[in-house]
């Protein structure tokens, strides 16, 4: 679900990959790094274009 979420960012670290709830900032019913799957969201909102969330790379 997280993956075609207009509020859902990739985090990639050398050694992992998180997906980062922009809501959370702002709602705190929403966890800033939820568990996988995400299977039903109040706050789920469909891209704009209907793909991926782009990415994030960190230390780069």
């Known amino acids: 679900m997280c993956a075609s979420c207009r ?13 980062l709830c922009s ?6 019913r ?5 568990r996988l799957p995400v ?3 109040p706050g789920y909102e469909v891209t704009p274009e209907g793909g991926p969330a782009p990415a994030e790379d960190a230390g780069e």
């Open 7 to 19: 509020h859902a960012r990739v985090v990639t670290t050398p050694r992992s990959r998180f997906w």
């Open 23 to 28: 809501l959370a900032a702002v709602d705190p």
């Open 30 to 34: 929403f966890e800033k790094y939820p």
């Open 39 to 41: 299977l039903a969201c």
